[in-house]
């Protein structure tokens, strides 16, 4: 974005210098950033300190211009329209966000996390237990620590999707704020491909197959916590697929989500009866191996396939955590068996292996009550009834799903017998 006023002085001026100091007219050329994005947006953006009270001022009485014609706030910017701001307007409220101080340990961490980075992008690699974003009692996230890979004069780097805070892997963020538009219109759009390593307890009937289940914040949690809702959830999708098996000890799955609900892949994978290890939270005491593989939770996003500006897909893979590593060792699983290939859906499996997967899940659904009987008392335990429409089928998958060849993208037929 290059910044002339009228009399063709101050090429190149920082816009929020020119916010605050300005008694003159200004004009201001869209960059490509900044395309397709609504006039408030624009100001929100690059001159912060001017509220949307005075852009809608100016705006009706014709102050404010796009390429010499009058605008309105909602109006849509192209790259290379010259914006004319009038003098004043800035707002003592609307500051800039001043940048927090890193320490040299906070930048060293940061950069230990780092994958590649170019124009566009900065592609991590969050450790588990650290969390994306902050909130009420989190101080320490990834958010904070995007300063560091920004200059004093840069944009500061921005969030474009998340992940759980004991989740590990592929975390992408956006270098200025029109590749993060870009960004976040493909996650949006489903057209970011991710695939996620875990291992599960047991290991599923069905082998290859996709869970369809509806999802929603579960009463009483603050939001905290998901359940599957088939009546008033949110459409759920996952693609799976069996790697390996430690007998019938536990499974290497690959996992690919078509939808992006929180803490899908946990939820599901707990709805069919076999949680991620580690994952107390939906699986309970049964997340749990015995002996020595670890507590923490084995979800870890591997791979992303993203379109990028520059018209060439980015395509990264995650090393996996030191605890996850340690327990395929232990497991006797070899990296090499996957190559995370993600795909489209393949449609529904054969009616046999529905069925099955429903009464997986019917069990499952028993043993949650049994629990919530448990904890309350049988006087206060809710009475809940499984109906024809409650045994939805939540497994789905392709035709020959089941068989220990199936296959998600290329990768090795699953393997029976290790242990």
């Known amino acids: 974005m290059s910044n002339d006023n009228e009399e063709r002085e101050g090429s190149g001026v920082n816009p929020w210098d020119s916010a605050k100091t300005s008694d003159k007219v200004r ?40 390429d010499g014609k009058r605008t309105k706030p909602e109006a849509r910017l192209r790259a290379g329209q010259v914006l004319r701001v009038p003098p004043g307007g800035e707002s003592t409220q609307r500051k800039p966000r001043k940048r927090e101080e890193l320490s040299d340990d906070d930048i060293d961490r940061a950069e230990a996390m780092l994958i590649t980075q170019d124009k566009a992008a900065i592609v991590l690699n969050k450790p588990p237990g650290l969390a994306t974003q902050g909130g009420t009692g989190t101080r320490d996230h990834v958010d904070r620590l995007l300063d560091a890979f920004a200059g004093e004069t840069d944009p500061r780097p921005r969030l474009v999707h998340r992940l759980d805070k004991d989740t590990s ?39 290859d197959g996709v869970i369809e289940a509806k999802l929603a914040k579960q009463p009483g949690t603050g939001g905290e916590k998901m359940h599957v809702d088939e009546k008033d959830g949110q459409t759920a999708k996952t693609r799976y697929r069996v790697v390996d098996r430690a007998g019938n000890r536990a499974a290497w799955v690959e996992l690919q989500p078509f939808t992006g609900r929180t803490h899908q892949l946990r939820v599901h994978m707990a709805a069919i009866g076999h949680p991620i290890v580690g994952d107390g939270k939906y699986g309970g005491q049964d997340a749990f191996l015995t002996g020595s593989i670890s507590r923490k939770m084995h979800l870890h996003a591997r791979r992303l396939i993203i379109d990028h500006p520059d018209g060439v897909p980015l395509d990264v893979t995650a090393s996996l955590p030191e605890h996850f590593a340690q327990s395929m060792e232990q497991l006797g699983f070899d990296e090499a068996d996957s190559d995370a290939a993600p795909e489209q859906d393949r449609g529904p499996m054969p009616k046999q292996l529905q069925k099955k997967a429903a009464r997986q899940h019917s069990k499952q659904i028993r043993k949650e009550q049994r629990g919530e009987r448990k904890g309350r008392g049988m006087k206060d335990a809710p009475k809940r009834k499984l109906g024809k429409k409650s045994k939805a089928q939540f497994a789905k998958g392709p035709k020959g799903a089941g068989r220990p060849g199936g296959k998600l993208g290329g990768g090795k037929p699953a393997k029976r017998g290790k242990r």
């Open 27 to 66: 004009q201001f050329t869209v960059g490509p950033d900044d395309d397709d994005i609504r006039v408030d947006r624009w100001f929100k953006r690059n001159l912060p300190q001017i509220g949307f009270a005075m852009v809608s001022r100016w705006a009706r009485t014709g102050q404010v211009r796009v």
């Open 169 to 207: 892997g592929v975390l992408l963020t956006a270098r200025s704020p029109g590749s993060a538009a870009f960004f976040s219109k493909r996650f949006s759009g489903r057209d970011a491909k991710k695939v996620y390593w875990a291992l599960i307890v047991g290991v599923p009937e069905v082998h």
